[in-house]
Structures are given as structure tokens and as C-alpha cells.
């Protein structure tokens, strides 16, 4: 009974150290990631940062691609529900684009190498988001093109598709953080004001799309 009980501990131990390990290699993946790109980044300084040698990092993940894949969907697999749940409660388009533009911003504020992952990983495979597709939790437009439907039908909001309104909502919330150095070029900003500014577009943003499409 001991030695059952013994080794229950040792496993559960085990567990925890692998956890740990595999956290401390996916922080260390999107701080590399994030400052040289995918193809900048290289396996050994990965694993300098995680703290363990290269082969525990090829015990783990193969190839950088698969440690790429990895840190992507570990991060999109937190704000791919979010935005999900938002576009198919029961709340208003109005509201939804409220909460949808407010969601996505404070996230990338906390991620921001998000937005440019989605754009590399893009341009060099663009079969990725495939994958990501078949991920549970993926935003689904059915209900959001329905409500602009019959908000367009009732006189709510002026005629729209909603695919054209959802690439404005992600267009005006995308583009700011993808190109966040001609940002800061042109409005001559640090990055402390940067910051603040994007805050403040989690306002801006949905007024701005809300007031083009209201109907007064």
C-alpha cells in the first residue's frame, strides 16, 4: 500500500516538473519568437532562455516549426473562445462590436506578438489556419451574418454584408499592432503613448464602426 502510495507521489511529481518544463520552454519560445521572428529564431537560444539543453528542447518539440505551431495555438486558444462566445450570444450588433473590439485589444495589449504570428505563419503556410479551424472554440460567423441580416431588414444599421463589417472590425483592430513601428513612426509616439493609444481604440474603434453603420 506504501509503495502504491509512493509512487502516486513520484508520478504526480513528475507530472508537475514535465508541466513546468513545457511552460518554461513556450514563455521562452514566444520571447524569442517575438523578437526575431520565426525565422530569426534559433532552437539552442530557445533553450538558453528556458534554462535546459537543446536536446530536453528536441525531447519536447522536434523542430522549430512544431515549437512555433505550439506557442501560436497556446496563445490563440485563449482569445479564439472569447471571441467566439462574443459573436454568438444574444447581445446586439451594436454590442457586439463593443465587446469584440474591447476583447481583442486589452488581449493583444498582453500578447502583442499575436497579430504579427497570425501574419508570419500566414505568409509562409497559409494551409495553418486550416488546422486552426478544426480547433474547438474557433470564431463562428453564422449567427453574427444572421443578426446583420435582419438588423439590416428592421432599419437598425445602414445595408451591409457582414463579411465586409467583420474584415472592418478586424482590419481596424488588426492593422494598429501589425505595423505598431510606422504607427509610432508617423504619430511620433513611445512606446508608453503607444500603449494609451491603443487603449483608448477600444472606444474609438467601436464608435467609429458603430456611427458608419447606425441608422439615425
Known amino acids: 500500500m506504501l509503495t502504491k502510495w509512493l ?7 513528475e507530472k508537475v ?5 513545457e511552460e518554461q520552454i513556450l514563455d521562452a519560445a514566444k520571447t524569442v ?13 530557445i ?41 454568438n450570444d444574444d447581445s ?9 473590439t474591447s476583447n481583442y485589444i486589452s488581449f493583444v495589449i498582453k500578447h502583442p506578438y ?5 501574419i508570419q505563419e500566414l505568409n509562409r503556410n497559409q494551409d495553418f489556419v486550416l488546422k486552426l479551424k478544426e480547433n474547438k472554440g474557433f470564431p463562428n460567423l453564422d449567427k453574427f451574418k444572421k443578426q446583420v441580416d435582419t438588423e439590416v ?5 445602414k445595408p451591409i454584408s457582414a463579411e465586409q463589417l467583420f474584415i472592418n472590425i478586424l ?14 513612426a508617423l504619430t511620433n509616439t513611445n512606446d508608453k503613448t503607444y500603449k494609451n493609444l491603443m487603449e483608448e481604440r477600444q472606444i474609438e474603434v467601436s464608435n467609429f464602426i458603430i456611427h458608419s453603420i447606425k441608422n439615425t
Do not use: C, W
Open 153 to 157: 431588414e428592421n432599419g437598425i444599421i
Open 7 to 13: 509512487n502516486y507521489i513520484v508520478e504526480k511529481m
Open 17 to 21: 516538473k514535465d508541466d513546468n518544463t
Open 171 to 184: 482590419a481596424l483592430n488588426i492593422f494598429p499592432f501589425v505595423a505598431k513601428p510606422l504607427v509610432m
Open 33 to 45: 519568437f517575438q523578437s526575431k521572428g520565426m525565422d530569426g529564431a534559433r532552437m539552442q537560444e
Open 47 to 87: 533553450a538558453d532562455k528556458a534554462g535546459i539543453n537543446k536536446a530536453m528542447l528536441h525531447y519536447y518539440y522536434r523542430n522549430k516549426q512544431l515549437l512555433f505551431e505550439a506557442v501560436f495555438k497556446n496563445a490563440f486558444s485563449l482569445l479564439a473562445p472569447q471571441l467566439n462566445a462574443i459573436l
Open 92 to 100: 446586439s450588433i451594436e454590442e457586439k462590436i463593443k465587446n469584440f
Open 114 to 118: 499575436l497579430p504579427n504570428f497570425i
